[in-house]
């Protein structure tokens, strides 16, 4: 047994938590960086917290999912004003945005000379500075990984910006920032949470410590996922969600994911859809693929093992095997508002070029078999 594991410097949860955002700052903080979604009005209470406390600060509007465009700008704003500390406050989006952000203003050069595939890919040598991040979605798990996923409209591709450095000082997770979001977009976030639980856990890259997280993850979104996308306010599901997302985030960035990513990243830079739709809609055909191969090739194997696991934290039946699971899953997709891929953007057209992409991409290194040019494709094919 060989591993390693590494999250954020110190991890806040609990209901109403960011209000107490300046008490996990040190003293010395005195000009701050602030990222927000489309109205940064919303957080303006949040905001009056810092100026009470002499710190300034200046605010930049994250209006899309990351782009090399979107980085570059927010960078140049960045290096005028000259923070001691970046704060995203916001979705994924507005968290990965800050954690490249945190890097980059302590390394020399631009985004382009760290970026895999598409740029030069130099490692980051010199940490980030002081990085805060509070997420208003339960779902990607951002505040505690060490990538931000960045779309390059150039290339119509997603890659990554990736380094240990890049794990944010501190994740503030507070479910009142999750309380109003739409059924649809709570559907889609949470499901993120809930399939990065899931292949942390069947990752060939899992260890102890991550399928211990993954599973207490993936128990929390199995139980409050459907609660937590009414439009009737479930707090205590949102509370489990926001838990739920912290675990898929831990367990991910120690463990890697899966196929399912493997393909969100690549078709996502070609439809623009949102992240956590992508995945929902990959989840199934990926599933039974991957199963289907196990339990030809391996079926009392470790990782049929792990798809029976699966199977009883989903169903509470201590002796359901792995076919529980995909069946448990697909009845959970019917009762979301969710969409097919073929109402996302995604044609058959495209096919072709997000297979070759996707076997390009980190997440599909850590699918738990092997699959080849044929299996992608006739996923792909399902899912339409």
Not at 107 to 134: C, F, Q, R, T, W
Not at 174 to 197: H, K, V
Not at 295 to 324: C, H, I, W
């Amino acid at each position: 047994m060989n591993f390693s594991f590494s999250t954020a410097n110190s991890i806040h949860l609990g209901d109403g938590i960011a209000k107490n955002l300046c008490n996990f700052l040190p003293e010395s903080t005195k000009r701050a960086f602030i990222l927000t979604g489309k109205t940064p009005a919303r957080h303006q209470f949040l905001m009056g917290r810092l100026a009470a406390n002499d710190i300034e600060t200046a605010m930049f509007p994250v209006t899309s999912e990351p782009t090399t465009y979107l980085i570059s700008n927010a960078l140049k704003t960045a290096r005028t004003f000259q923070p001691d500390t970046v704060i995203g406050l916001g979705g994924g989006s507005v968290i990965d945005t800050g954690k490249a952000l945190a890097a980059l203003l302590n390394n020399d050069g631009e985004l382009l000379d760290y970026l895999e595939i598409v740029g030069k890919g130099k490692p980051i040598l010199h940490p980030s500075i002081p990085y805060m991040a509070i997420p208003t979605t339960a779902g990607t798990g951002s505040e505690v990984t060490r990538n931000s996923v960045i779309g390059v409209p150039d290339s119509a591709v997603k890659v990554s910006l990736r380094s240990p450095y890049m794990i944010p000082r501190w994740a503030v997770v507070d479910p009142e920032l999750t309380y109003d979001l739409p059924p649809e977009i709570s559907a889609y976030t949470g499901m993120d949470a809930f399939i990065q639980c899931l292949e942390a856990y069947l990752s060939r890259d899992a260890n102890p410590l991550s399928d211990g997280i993954a599973l207490q993850g993936l128990q929390r979104a199995s139980l409050s996922l459907r609660a937590a996308c009414q439009s009737k306010l479930d707090k205590a599901a949102k509370s489990d969600l926001c838990v739920a997302s912290l675990c898929s985030g831990i367990a991910l960035a120690n463990a890697k994911l899966g196929a399912v990513h493997g393909f969100a990243g690549p078709i996502g830079g070609m439809t623009e859809a949102p992240h956590g739709a992508l995945c929902a809609g990959l989840l199934l055909p990926v599933l039974r693929m991957n199963y289907d191969i196990v339990m030809r090739r391996e079926s009392r194997g470790e990782t049929s093992r792990k798809f029976d696991q699966v199977a009883q934290v989903l169903t509470g039946n201590p002796t359901a095997k792995g076919s529980y699971a995909i069946a448990w899953i697909e009845s959970l997709l019917k009762d979301l508002p969710l969409a097919p891929l073929s109402a996302l953007g995604f044609t058959e057209a495209m096919i072709p070029e997000a297979v070759k992409k996707s076997t390009q991409s980190s997440s599909m290194k850590g699918n738990p078999i092997d699959l080849e040019s044929a299996d992608l494709r006739k996923i792909l094919e399902e899912c339409l």
